[in-house]
């Protein structure tokens, strides 16, 4: 018989270079949120692959970037909490970047004890000549890495990333059930699919001054009902986001129940409401409400 294997793999790197895409499609579930707006991501959020001999536990994470408010010191704790339990460490790229911004997180990755696989993502919009350029360009730079050329959207050499995972994890039994999917519970995925369609319809601030907080989840037999709050900080930004006659709002709604009914393959009623709460996002108190303590 064959010996189990389990461990976690964390996915690591820039803002928006298609992290939560390579998460999804290793788990084959919308786990994630995706838009092209960089700090989609604002937690760590765990994708559970599950198979007879082996359990990987993915970490999604925040894209890295220099902390300007108390929120984002937050997301930047749960990228620092994925180098402290990774056995394999993703680092993803994207066809054309210069590397990472921060240097202490680069220079974590370069001294990295464990096994780092750089993933060079969105290989679908570039030439064979750049990408052999930028090939080389990362052994130069991260000689310890093994280097994978990737296209996270078009499902290209996705498998094979896995597989040499499964042959880098150790010798482990499970850590969870094996039914188990994800580490998040329901909640979350009702307040990050309405964070998404946020980030999808309106424009500057607005998705970053916005916190999603799932009040009720009753769950029946043929329906779900939903009662969420959209928070944001200030009185002109509520108006923004129920827009003229409540049509902004009722957009949201729509756009969310539809995706939420795919995700628990059940009828959805969904409330909104909007409400301001001041500053949240430079209050400690506030965060830790809202689950960013790692
Ligand atoms: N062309 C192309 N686009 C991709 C690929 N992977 C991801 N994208 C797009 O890149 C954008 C960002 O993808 P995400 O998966 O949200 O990126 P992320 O790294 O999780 O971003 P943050 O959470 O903001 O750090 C989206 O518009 C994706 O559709 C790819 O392989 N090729
Ligand atoms: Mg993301």
């Known amino acids: 018989?064959?010996?189990?294997?389990?461990?976690?793999?964390?996915?690591?790197?820039?803002?928006?270079?298609?992290?939560s895409t390579l998460m999804n499609a290793f788990v084959g579930e919308k786990l994630s949120i995706i838009t092209s707006k960089a700090q989609t991501t604002r937690h760590r959020i765990l994708g559970i692959v599950n198979g007879d001999d082996f359990q990987v536990i993915l970490s999604d994470t925040p894209g890295i970037i220099k902390p300007a408010y108390e929120l984002q010191t937050s997301m930047m704790d749960f990228v620092k909490s994925a180098?402290?339990?990774?056995d394999v460490l993703l680092y993803m790229v994207e066809i054309g970047e210069k590397g990472l911004k921060d240097e202490a997180f680069f220079k974590r990755i370069v001294n990295s004890k464990i096994p780092v696989l750089l993933l060079l993502n969105k290989i679908d919009t570039s030439e064979q000549q750049?990408?052999?350029?930028?090939?080389?360009?990362?052994?130069?730079?991260?000689p310890t890495a093994e280097i994978h050329p990737i296209s996270a959207l078009e499902n290209f050499n996705v498998k094979e990333v896995f597989e040499r995972i499964l042959e880098l994890l150790p010798e482990a039994p499970p850590y969870y059930p094996k039914d188990q999917l994800t580490d998040k519970p329901e909640r979350f995925f009702v307040n990050e699919t309405i964070?998404?369609?946020?980030?999808?319809?309106y424009k500057k601030e607005i998705p970053y001054a916005v916190e999603i907080e799932t009040e009720e989840f009753?769950?029946?037999?043929d329906i779900i009902r939903i009662r969420s709050v959209i928070?944001?900080?200030?009185?002109?930004?509520?108006?923004?986001i129920i827009g003229h006659k409540g049509s902004a709002l009722k957009r949201v709604?729509?756009?969310?129940?539809?995706?939420?009914?795919?995700f628990f393959d059940k009828q959805v009623h969904i409330e909104?409401?909007?409400?301001?709460?001041?500053?949240?996002?430079?209050s400690s108190r506030q965060l830790k409400r809202f689950g960013y303590n790692s």
């Not at 990408?131 to 080389?136: F, K, M, P, T």
């Not at 964070?195 to 319809?201: F, G, Q, V």
């Not at 909104?272 to 430079?282: F, H, P, Q």
Request: hydrophobic share 35%; aromatic share 8%; glycine share 6%.
């Open 83 to 86: 180098f402290e339990d990774a």
């Open 1 to 19: 018989m064959k010996k189990h294997k389990a461990g976690f793999v964390n996915i690591i790197g820039n803002p928006n270079v298609g992290k």
């Open 195 to 201: 964070r998404e369609k946020i980030l999808l319809h």
């Open 130 to 142: 750049v990408l052999e350029e930028q090939i080389q360009y990362w052994q130069e730079l991260l």
């Open 231 to 240: 928070m944001v900080e200030r009185d002109t930004q509520k108006g923004i």
């Open 253 to 262: 709604g729509v756009e969310s129940r539809k995706d939420l009914e795919k």
């Open 272 to 282: 909104l409401y909007v409400k301001v709460n001041k500053n949240w996002r430079s």
């Open 218 to 221: 009753l769950e029946d037999k």
